[in-house]
C-alpha cells in the first residue's frame, strides 16, 4: 500500500464530490494506492483556503499552474468550467501526471481532440467523468447487453432531461452563456456516453437544437434549452435521444429504454437502485417487466452495504470512477472512458449542433 498526492481543481458541486471520493475510496474498496489530499485550486486565495479546511487538503491556491507543477501533486483531478480543461490537461501531461477531467472533455470538438493528442503522447493514464453509467444497475444493464441475453439490440431511447431551468423567470447566469454551459454541452453528454457504452458507435444522426426561453432577467441566452436527435447506430440499431433543462417535473431523468430480439430493459436515474428486465422467455403466465433492486450480486454494489435493496447514491458513483482511476495508475492500464472515449462523445455533439443547423441527416465519421 502507498500514498499519491492528489490535488483538485475546483472545490464547488463537483470539486467536492471529488475530494469526498478520494477520502473515501481506500476504505470502501481497500485500494493498493492511498490518495493523500495534497492541494485544492479555487478562484480566490478566500475560497481555495475554505475548500481546504472544509475537505481536509493539505494545500490551497488560487493558481492552478501551481497546483499541476507541484511535486507533491502526482495526479490531478479537473473539476471546474469546461473552458479550463485543455490547458490545465496539457500542463499535466506534459509532466507525465495523470489526469481525471469531469465531462464534457473541453469546451468543443477542437480542444477534445487535442487533449486527446497530449494525453496519447504523454502516455499518462487519462479518464473522462461519466458517473451515472457507473451505477450497480447501469453496470449490471451493461453486462445483460453484452452477454445477449435480451438479443441483438433493435431500439434505443436515451434521455437526460432536468427541470433547473424550467421557470422562464429564473434569471440569466453563467449556464445560460456559450454553447458549451448550454444543455448540449452540459447534460448531453451523460446520455450519448450511456448510448454508447451499452449499444456502440452511432453511424448517422439527425438533430434539432432549440432555445424556449431566449432572454432572461439578467441578459440575453446564448446557448441551447433542449434537443432531440434520432441516430443509427453502426450496429444497426435506431435511437432517439432527448436532452433539456427546462423539463417541468424531472429532477434527474437519466433514463433509457433498450429492446432487443429476446427482451427488454428500461432504466430511470430517479430510482436508480432498480432496473426493469423483460425476458421472452419467461412463461407466459409471469411474462413482463420485472423489476429487480441492486444488492450484493451487483456490480460495484457490496464494498458499499451488504444488504440488498438498502441502495447507493450519488457519491457512490463518485467513488466508483475514483477506484477506477487510481487502479488505472496503479496498473498503468487504460480505463474506460478514456479521454479518447470522451472524444467520441464530442464528435457526437459537434454532429448534431451541425446537423441542425443544416436541418439534415449527418455522417458522424465526418466529424
Same mark, same amino acid.
Given at each position: 500500500m502507498s500514498e499519491i498526492g492528489i490535488g483538485v481543481l475546483g472545490g464547488g458541486y463537483m470539486g467536492k464530490a471529488h475530494a469526498v471520493?478520494?477520502?473515501?475510496? /481506500?476504505?470502501?474498496?481497500?485500494?493498493?494506492?492511498?490518495?493523500r489530499l495534497e492541494m485544492v485550486c479555487a478562484s480566490t486565495p478566500e475560497s481555495a483556503e475554505r475548500y481546504r479546511a472544509a475537505y481536509g487538503f493539505a494545500r490551497a491556491t488560487d493558481d492552478w499552474m501551481i497546483l499541476v507543477n507541484d511535486p507533491k501533486v502526482?495526479?490531478?483531478?479537473?473539476?471546474? #468550467?469546461?473552458?479550463?480543461?485543455?490547458?490545465?490537461? +496539457?500542463?499535466?501531461?506534459?509532466?507525465?501526471?495523470?489526469?481525471?477531467?469531469?465531462?464534457?472533455? /473541453?469546451?468543443?470538438?477542437?480542444?477534445?481532440?487535442? $487533449?486527446? *493528442?497530449?494525453?496519447?503522447?504523454?502516455?499518462?493514464?487519462?479518464?473522462?467523468?461519466?458517473?451515472?453509467?457507473?451505477?450497480?444497475?447501469?453496470?449490471?444493464?451493461?453486462?445483460?447487453?453484452?452477454? !445477449? +441475453?435480451?438479443?441483438?439490440?433493435?431500439?434505443?431511447?436515451? +434521455?437526460?432531461?432536468?427541470?433547473? @431551468?424550467?421557470?422562464?423567470?429564473a434569471a440569466a447566469?453563467?449556464?445560460?452563456?456559450?454553447?458549451?454551459? /448550454?444543455? $448540449? !454541452?452540459?447534460?448531453?453528454?451523460? $446520455?450519448?456516453n450511456a448510448a454508447l457504452a451499452l449499444i456502440g458507435p452511432v453511424g448517422s444522426l439527425i438533430a434539432e437544437v432549440e432555445t424556449v426561453h431566449t432572454t432572461r432577467s439578467g /441578459? +440575453?441566452?446564448?446557448?441551447?434549452?433542449? *434537443?432531440?436527435?434520432?441516430?443509427?447506430?453502426?450496429n444497426g440499431a435506431m435511437g432517439q435521444m432527448y436532452f433539456s433543462r427546462i423539463a417541468t417535473g424531472r429532477k434527474m431523468g437519466y433514463a433509457y429504454e433498450v429492446t432487443g430480439t429476446k427482451g427488454a430493459i428500461r432504466f430511470d436515474q430517479e430510482d436508480q437502485n432498480a432496473i426493469w428486465l423483460y425476458r421472452m422467455d419467461d412463461p407466459e403466465t409471469e411474462r413482463g417487466f420485472r423489476k429487480i433492486l441492486?444488492?450484493?450480486?451487483? #456490480?460495484?454494489?457490496?464494498?458499499?452495504?451488504? !444488504?440488498?435493496?438498502?441502495?447507493?447514491? @450519488?457519491?457512490?458513483?463518485?467513488?466508483?470512477?475514483?477506484?477506477?482511476?487510481?487502479r488505472a495508475i496503479e496498473t498503468d492500464e487504460p480505463v474506460w472512458p478514456t479521454f479518447r472515449d470522451g472524444m467520441e462523445v464530442n464528435?457526437?455533439?459537434?454532429?448534431?449542433?451541425?446537423?441542425?443547423?443544416q436541418k439534415r441527416w449527418l455522417d458522424v465519421e465526418t466529424f
Open positions: 471520493a478520494m477520502s473515501a475510496v /481506500g476504505a470502501v474498496f481497500d485500494t493498493a494506492l492511498r490518495p502526482e495526479a490531478v483531478v479537473i473539476a471546474t #468550467p469546461q473552458a479550463t480543461h485543455r490547458p490545465v490537461a +496539457e500542463a499535466a501531461f506534459a509532466l507525465g501526471k495523470p489526469v481525471f477531467c469531469e465531462k464534457p472533455l /473541453g469546451a468543443s470538438l477542437d480542444d477534445s481532440r487535442a $487533449m486527446v *493528442a497530449a494525453a496519447e503522447a504523454s502516455g499518462a493514464v487519462n479518464m473522462v467523468g461519466f458517473n451515472y453509467i457507473r451505477t450497480p444497475a447501469s453496470q449490471f444493464a451493461r453486462q445483460v447487453i453484452a452477454d !445477449g +441475453e435480451i438479443g441483438d439490440v433493435t431500439w434505443f431511447r436515451g +434521455e437526460h432531461t432536468e427541470d433547473f @431551468y424550467a421557470d422562464p423567470n447566469t453563467w449556464r445560460t452563456m456559450g454553447m458549451a454551459n /448550454g444543455t $448540449m !454541452g452540459d447534460l448531453a453528454p451523460h $446520455m450519448i /441578459g +440575453e441566452v446564448t446557448n441551447d434549452d433542449h *434537443a432531440q436527435l434520432m441516430c443509427r447506430f453502426e441492486t444488492g450484493p450480486a451487483h #456490480p460495484d454494489y457490496e464494498p458499499f452495504c451488504q !444488504g440488498p435493496g438498502h441502495g447507493t447514491g @450519488y457519491q457512490d458513483q463518485i467513488i466508483i470512477e475514483a477506484r477506477d482511476f487510481l464528435r457526437i455533439v459537434a454532429a448534431a449542433l451541425e446537423s441542425s443547423r
